[in-house]
């Protein structure tokens, strides 16, 4: 098992540019999110899905679009890049919809993302 | 809104010394889970805390949860350069939503 994959590892864009950050997991997980971290900030929640066909907000969310194609998949779309997205963006996948207390999560390699 | 806040946010010690990290919510915690980050790596889950003053240890690890299930700790004894790295906590609240601290940063000196 692959687990969480992330694709790309790195990306320079300039501001104003978009482009979709990709997300899977092989586990059959139902839950999945995307955190960026920026330093001395911890992880903060951008968007997640506690179910294939359901999105939420998280704590950032302005600025950013996901799509939850299917249960493997879980997409994060920049629509017009800015340097304050400048950050390393994670994705993350659990078992069980968040509301069980026993849930953990794991976390994909993350994405570098620059914008200049 | 609800935060959990994490010191100190940077440690160097000497190899062999003890480490400590602590977290605080501002509301009482369902439960709170540990990960690690090693430089350049991604956020490894450790453990889980769920009953109000529980201890666990993980070979040289030693994890709490207060009696309020409002903060939580993480000691290291006999730190490594195998330690190195930040380490995370994350505190479910009643909607069973996760919110993670700002994390610590250790630094080992061999």
């Known amino acids: 098992n692959a687990g969480v994959t992330q694709t790309p590892k790195f990306q320079v864009l300039k501001t104003g540019q978009s482009m979709t950050l990709q997300c899977a997991q092989d586990m059959n997980h139902n839950s999945m999110y995307w955190y960026r971290q920026d330093p001395g900030m911890g992880l903060r929640l951008i968007y997640y899905?506690?179910?294939?066909?359901?999105?939420d907000k998280g704590e950032v969310p302005n600025g950013y679009n996901v799509s939850r194609l299917n249960k493997r998949e879980f997409s994060l779309r920049l629509e017009s890049a800015a340097p304050s997205q400048t950050s390393v963006y994670f994705c993350a996948s659990s078992e069980t919809p968040a509301a069980v207390s026993t849930d953990t999560q794991y976390f994909g390699p993350g994405t570098r993302l620059t914008v200049l | 809104g609800q935060q959990v806040m994490q010191i100190p946010q940077y440690q160097h010690v000497q190899e062999g010394e003890d480490f400590t990290t602590y977290c605080n919510s501002s509301?009482?915690?369902?439960?709170i889970q540990w990960y690690k980050q090693r430089p350049g790596g991604h956020p490894v889950f450790l453990i889980q805390l769920v009953k109000s003053g529980e201890v666990k240890k993980q070979k040289r690890l030693t994890f709490q949860f207060g009696e309020a299930k409002k903060n939580s700790s993480l000691h290291i004894t006999a730190t490594q350069t195998t330690d190195v790295g930040t380490y995370f906590c994350a505190g479910r609240i009643y909607t069973g939503k996760l919110i993670f601290g700002q994390g610590t940063t250790l630094q080992v000196k061999p």
């Open positions: 899905s506690a179910s294939e066909g359901t999105t």
């Open positions: 509301t009482t915690l369902s439960n």
